[in-house]
């Protein structure tokens, strides 16, 4: 599985309709894992993006795939990053030879 932080901005639908957020966080959790991935956190945050998730997916077709799901709804924009953990971070480094 890969790792992906996705940065998430509720938009004017989104925030005027903000009382139905945990109803949607349910149902993104939902599909996600019927695509095969799954949340492993989620914050609501304060600052640049309103929400962040750190999610499992099987690749990156997946993660695209979700993500445009959910920007198909109307009620967020998302900014996806691919995340490498700290093993294949010491690895990718240590190829710099």
């Not at 009382?19 to 959790?29: C, E, G, I």
């Not at 993660?63 to 294949?88: C, H, I, S």
Request: charged share 25%.
């Amino acid at each position: 599985m890969t790792t992906y932080i996705m940065l998430v901005s509720w938009t004017e639908a989104g925030i005027r309709n903000v009382r139905d957020s945990p109803k949607r966080l349910d149902a993104a959790k939902k599909s996600l894992a019927e695509m095969g991935g799954s949340f492993k956190e989620f914050y609501l945050t304060m600052g640049d993006c309103d929400m962040v998730a750190v999610c499992d997916a099987p690749d990156d077709a997946v993660a695209a795939r979700f993500a445009l799901q959910l920007g198909m709804g109307g009620n967020v924009r998302t900014k996806t990053l691919k995340a490498f953990p700290e093993a294949a971070y010491r690895e990718i480094i240590n190829s710099l030879g």
